[in-house]
């Protein structure tokens, strides 16, 4: 099994979202997008929840990006 270098900025930001309890929009590869917020990752996967409390787990070779939501006010 791959060991999850924690260690890694792309993994660090993420694991700042997850903690933060970051809005964010997230598009995958096939154009599809989803707007939640994080809740785990893994060295696969990662676990959105969306603003409609549904749960995706969404492959990492999915994603072709994911930022943060702008603040509202």
Known sequence: ???FDTGLPSISQIQGYIKDQQLLELKLLTGDSFRGKLCWQDQN?????TQDQQTIMIPHHAIAYL???????
């Open 1 to 3: 099994m791959a060991q």
């Open 45 to 49: 996967c990662l676990c959105l929840i």
């Open 67 to 73: 930022k943060p939501e702008a603040a509202e006010g």
